[in-house]
């Protein structure tokens, strides 16, 4: 048997479905695919589900991280709206990407199309503290674009 810890497991869900690889050596990400029966509409302004009819165990102590694959998502205008997402390593459902059309039209997509990419990054887990004050710093509250100034 394969040692869960070294290994990515992936079951197929759908006949359709495309197992995910790394398309280069130096790929960080690997692809995922639309897994469709025929084409699928993403109307232009909305979030859609799309399936890609794989469910896997990612090992403990590691996370799934779902991102836009660039070339698809700048052509097209098709964007991931909670990127990057995240597959933790005790999810066993179906990987399913939200993906929105911010073009000015509606896009068809394709069966077996490329569109995301999955990351395999290491998790660290802090204890929590609760405390009264924090140290302070010379940024302090500065929030958004407060570096810049």
């Known amino acids: 048997m394969i040692e869960p810890k070294n290994h990515l497991q992936i079951q197929i869900l759908n006949a359709g479905a495309v197992v ?3 398309k280069t050596l130096g790929a960080a ?3 995922l695919s639309a897994c469709l029966a025929e084409n699928l509409l993403l109307p232009k302004g909305e979030v859609v589900l799309v399936p890609t009819g794989l469910a896997m ?3 403990e102590g590691f996370e799934g991280q779902i991102r836009p694959r660039s ?3 700048t052509k097209h205008k098709i964007i991931m709206p909670n990127s990057p997402g995240t597959i933790d390593s005790d999810y066993r459902g179906e990987i399913l990407i ?3 059309n911010l073009g000015g039209s509606d896009f068809l997509l ?3 199309t490329r569109i995301a990419q999955m990351v395999i990054q290491s998790v660290v887990k802090f204890p929590i503290d609760v405390v009264k004050t ?3 710093t010379k940024r302090g509250s500065g929030g958004f674009g407060s570096t810049g100034k």
């Open 57 to 59: 165990a990612i090992p």
């Open 98 to 100: 939200p993906l929105l």
């Open 110 to 112: 394709e069966p077996g």
């Open 20 to 22: 995910p690889e790394y």
């Open 134 to 136: 924090l140290d302070s």
């Open 29 to 31: 990400g690997m692809d």
């Open 71 to 73: 070339g698809f998502s």
